[in-house]
């Protein structure tokens, strides 16, 4: 039997346009997963035309993820379509970055809203579907942010920190029921979300130095642990916060 064998599952995937997302579906389809491809505005084509040349099933559906209604009715379309839900990868997220004295409530809230909260309620909505059935993978994206501080980024780093809270207490509940919930943390990766911090060559610099890996992940290297966390290779995995970080944590 092949532990990573994703034949016959299910998978959304939500910010699956570009970045970490695209690559993370593409890869749950190289396993063998049916993808839906869930966006916020940016259309999935790219990742939808790259999934079927694999031979896999995807549908592309847009909704506003900070809208608990428009959540639910992803969910419904996902179910109606494929007739189940193995796997989701809550990916979609921002960030906003002003000195902590000037972070507007707006950006506060808009970051909280789509990076914590629309992830608990696509967590609750998918795993009573998966509570039904007695099985499930949901895998969280959470960041260093979860264990670090960062700067000027304030709302970005608490909502990473709920991300990483909500996976263990979801996981406290629903591992019993056959539902593993986990996270991935990465490191500072080749993304929009990090494409100011790589223009400033100090910053950059002071960030390549404390990686012992010497670069900048790129999305591509998330492909096997979020294959690795919805496979039957990860069954005994609870609450866990993958670092896929080049050794950042470590350093």
């Given at each position: 039997?092949?532990?990573?064998?994703?034949?016959?599952?299910?998978?959304?995937?939500?910010?699956?346009?570009?970045?970490?997302?695209?690559?993370?579906?593409?890869?749950?389809?190289?396993?063998?997963?049916?993808?839906?491809?869930?966006?916020?505005?940016?259309?999935?084509?790219?990742?939808?035309?790259?999934?079927?040349?694999?031979?896999?099933?995807?549908?592309?559906?847009?909704?506003?993820?900070?809208?608990?209604?428009?959540?639910?009715?992803?969910?419904?379309?996902?179910?109606?379509?494929?007739?189940?839900?193995?796997?989701?990868?809550?990916?979609?997220?921002?960030?906003?970055?002003?000195?902590?004295?000037?972070?507007?409530?707006?950006?506060?809230?808009?970051?909280?809203?789509?990076?914590?909260?629309?992830?608990?309620?696509?967590?609750?909505?998918?795993?009573?579907?998966?509570?039904?059935?007695?099985?499930?993978?949901?895998?969280?994206?959470?960041?260093?942010?979860?264990?670090?501080?960062?700067?000027?980024?304030?709302?970005?780093?608490?909502?990473?920190?709920?991300?990483?809270?909500?996976?263990?207490?979801?996981?406290?509940?629903?591992?019993?029921?056959?539902?593993?919930?986990?996270?991935?943390?990465?490191?500072?990766?080749?993304?929009?979300?990090t494409a100011q911090i790589r223009e400033d060559e100090e910053r950059s610099r002071q960030i390549l130095e404390r990686i012992p890996a010497n670069r900048w992940g790129f999305p591509e290297d998330l492909k096997g642990p979020v294959i690795f966390l919805a496979s039957s290779a990860s069954d005994y995995m609870n609450g866990h916060i993958l670092c896929v970080?080049?050794?950042?944590?470590?350093?």
């Open positions: 039997m092949n532990l990573f064998d994703l034949s016959g599952k299910t998978a959304i995937v939500t910010g699956a346009a570009r970045g970490l997302g695209r690559d993370m579906a593409i890869g749950l389809a190289e396993a063998g997963a049916d993808l839906a491809l869930i966006t916020n505005s940016s259309d999935a084509g790219e990742t939808k035309s790259s999934i079927e040349k694999l031979g896999r099933e995807a549908i592309a559906i847009k909704a506003d993820l900070g809208d608990e209604t428009q959540l639910a009715n992803v969910v419904q379309q996902v179910k109606e379509h494929f007739g189940k839900i193995d796997i989701l990868v809550n990916n979609a997220g921002i960030i906003r970055r002003t000195p902590a004295a000037d972070h507007a409530m707006e950006d506060w809230n808009e970051v909280i809203n789509l990076n914590l909260n629309s992830v608990f309620f696509l967590c609750q909505l998918v795993g009573r579907e998966m509570i039904k059935v007695g099985s499930g993978k949901i895998i969280n994206i959470a960041s260093m942010l979860s264990f670090q501080g960062g700067i000027t980024v304030p709302g970005y780093t608490a909502s990473k920190h709920g991300v990483a809270g909500i996976t263990k207490a979801l996981a406290n509940e629903w591992a019993s029921k056959g539902i593993q919930v986990n996270a991935i943390a990465p490191g500072y990766m080749v993304t929009d979300n970080d080049g050794g950042w944590m470590a350093r």
